[in-house]
């Protein structure tokens, strides 16, 4: 069944036939890709099944992404991207720095604990940027992740809620690696949620404290 065209988008009216045509047939590549990997499992879902879906054609589909990897985290990018928005919101503003690292990464775990199988195998595509087009969305993803990381971090530096000295850049990679190296090890069955929560908290404080 083919995947219907997305025509109440108001942004594409004012763009040019051709255009607003692109971004409505990769809107339908993408909700292909979606349905069939959640539906179906990544490993079980073919490129030439979502060239189906999205009533394409092959070469056309690989004008939009080179393999299934790419399409994968192109599905789950503007995802991610609402997730970490979501997760920053959450924080009260003036609580201790800890407190509202936990709030921001705890959007993440629960985003992530929604489907654990296709978690690890979007995080395993993450970790490789081997295409131009996975590598711009990667980047918009941890551009996003380190912004709201340092803003947390240079507040609570002008508001007296942090005492160590740290470079903000510094000490925004360090968490998220922290967190990241952590969420690997709880996605791959290495400790519970409550090892990984407890982990997370105690190696943040370490770092911050």
Known sequence: ????????DPALASLGLRERK????????????RSLFVEKGFSNTTIQD???EADV??????????????????????DIISMIEQSYA???????????LMVFFDGHIRY???DQGLSRIVLKELSFSITEQRREDIDQIMTRTYSKLMK????????????????????????????????QGFLCGFHS?????????????????
Not at 22 to 33: E, G, N, P, S
Not at 68 to 78: G, H, N, R
Request: glycine share 4%; charged share 30%; net charge positive.
């Open 90 to 100: 959450e924080i009260e503003p003036d609580s201790p720095l800890l407190d509202q």
């Open 50 to 52: 979502i060239a189906a």
């Open 152 to 183: 947390l971090i240079e507040k609570a530096k002008r508001d007296g809620r942090l005492e160590k000295r740290l470079y903000t850049g510094t000490a925004a990679w360090s968490a998220f690696a922290l967190y990241y190296h952590l969420l």
């Open 193 to 209: 949620e409550a090892e990984f929560r407890k982990s997370l908290r105690n190696a943040l404080h370490a770092l911050f404290e």
């Open 22 to 33: 692109k971004i409505i047939r990769l809107q339908r590549i993408v909700a292909a890709a």
């Open 57 to 78: 054609g092959l070469g056309t589909l690989y004008l939009y992404a080179k393999s299934k990897e790419d399409l994968l985290v192109m599905v789950f990018k503007d």
């Open 1 to 8: 069944m083919a995947v219907e065209k997305r025509t109440d």
């Open 112 to 114: 992530h604990n929604q």
